[in-house]
């Protein structure tokens, strides 16, 4: 157990609909990171906050959209869904900025767009 | 841009032979490299990482990688591998400058009998 929960674990949706994923980072960690991994894609980094800001920003589509809240935990929003949307969405945290530590990962939310 | 490349998607290999698991970087700046291990149904586990000093780094369960700067590589190794260790491998890059951490496609490890 990484200690890094993740909610929904599974969702099943339709296309132009919205989800919201939820991530817990472990206690006392101030970033979050949000990857989305796909078949063909394999694991693409969204976006990261650091203590409720924005840090770093990656493949991140305007669809979607991100916030940590005052208790660091976080919210993943996803919105006009289509069906290539359906991936394994991941949350890791790290106590710092993660560039020399060590990334902790939540176990996933998958989701499927029908 | 840092960018990570894999150069196999899948690796067959017998139990208790030995397996090597490629991965190159690019990057203009100097980086950290990671590998993390992925078993089925689970999130990523840090396996082990290379920040400075020594080239060669290694994890508690047998797993050892070397940073070849040169090369821009860090290719995973492991003597003799046992069926625990199937499972999907990424490589990662972080560099200084910049707080993104890039990963590979990952490379699966299948274990045969």
């Known amino acids: 157990d990484s200690g890094v929960t993740q909610t929904p674990k599974h969702l099943i949706t339709a296309t132009g609909q919205r989800v919201t994923l939820r991530c817990s980072p472990r206690s006392g960690d101030l970033s979050v990171y949000w990857y989305q991994q796909s078949l063909d894609q394999g694991l693409q980094f969204l976006i990261q906050?650091?203590?409720?800001?924005?840090?770093a920003k990656g493949n991140i589509l305007e669809r979607f959209s991100a916030q940590q809240f005052p208790d660091l935990h976080s919210e993943l929003n996803l919105s006009s869904l289509e069906l290539g949307d359906s991936a394994l969405y991941f949350c890791?945290?790290?106590?710092?900025?993660?560039?020399?530590?060590?990334?902790?990962f939540g176990e996933g939310s998958r989701l499927t767009v029908l | 841009a840092q960018s990570v490349t894999q150069l196999d998607s899948q690796v067959p290999v017998f139990e208790e032979a030995p397996v090597e698991l490629r991965c190159n970087y690019s990057?203009?700046?100097?980086?950290?490299l990671f590998w993390y291990v992925q078993y089925p149904n689970q999130g990523l586990q840090l396996l082990l990482k290379y920040l400075s000093g020594s080239t060669l780094v290694e994890s508690i369960n047998g797993f050892e990688a070397e940073f070849n700067k040169s090369q821009t590589s860090f290719h995973l190794r492991k003597p003799s591998v046992h069926i625990s260790d199937t499972a999907e491998y990424f490589c990662?890059?972080?560099?200084?400058?910049?707080?993104?951490?890039?990963f590979g496609k990952g490379t699966r490890l299948h274990i045969l009998p």
């Open positions: 906050y650091y203590n409720g800001e924005e840090r």
């Open positions: 890791a945290s790290s106590v710092g900025l993660a560039l020399t530590g060590e990334l902790f």
């Open positions: 990662a890059v972080s560099d200084t400058r910049d707080d993104k951490i890039i």
């Open positions: 990057s203009s700046v100097s980086v950290y």
